[in-house]
Each structure stands twice: as C-alpha cells, then as structure tokens.
C-alpha cells in the first residue's frame, strides 16, 4: 500500500455541496461509527456555509449525542476566485473540526 492511498483511506473531511442535506449528516455519523474516526472535518464554501453548520448541528445533536461530539474548532476564511469575465472575486470558507 503506497502513502498516498493509506492517507486516503483516513480521510476524515467531508465536502458540503449540493447533495441532499441527510446524505451529508449520514455520511458525518459513519465516519464516526464505522470509520472509528475520533475527529471529523466538514468543509464548505459560499452558498452552502450555512447547510455545513446545519449538518455539524443536527450529526452532533441528534445522532451523535451519546458519543459527546463537540465542535473543537471552527475555522473562517475566504478564497479568491477568477470568475467566467475575468474578475477576482473572494468566497467565505468555513471549516467544522468535530471531536469525541
């Protein structure tokens, strides 16, 4: 087994984008459950910042309650981007470590 594919299996970030909200809060508790990750990243960016604290929240709250997940660290930026006519712009990022 090379590095590389070793570090993907312990891949622990999961991306929000625009799948169905549940697929993401599922896809959170199985890392956890299944994976036995003691730590999980979720990663979003613009438009969908907010369904990336709304997954953290309800994975937390509803589904990993006995577990004591908590929110470690939350961490906020911005990216620049070029966009189709040329212009940079900047999208807000956010990053949600959970922890047991």
Known sequence: MTEKTAENQKDNRI?????????YVTAVVM????????EVK???????????VDVAEVA???FLQEQRVTAKE??????????????????STIDILLSR
């Open 74 to 91: 939350v961490i906020i930026g911005s990216e620049e981007f070029e966009n189709d006519e040329g212009k940079k712009i900047n999208v």
């Open 15 to 23: 991306f929000i984008g625009g799948k169905p909200f549940m697929n």
């Open 60 to 62: 937390r709250r509803k």
């Open 31 to 38: 890392q956890f459950n299944t994976n036995n990750m003691t």
């Open 42 to 52: 979720i990663s979003s960016r613009g438009k969908f910042i907010t369904k990336a």
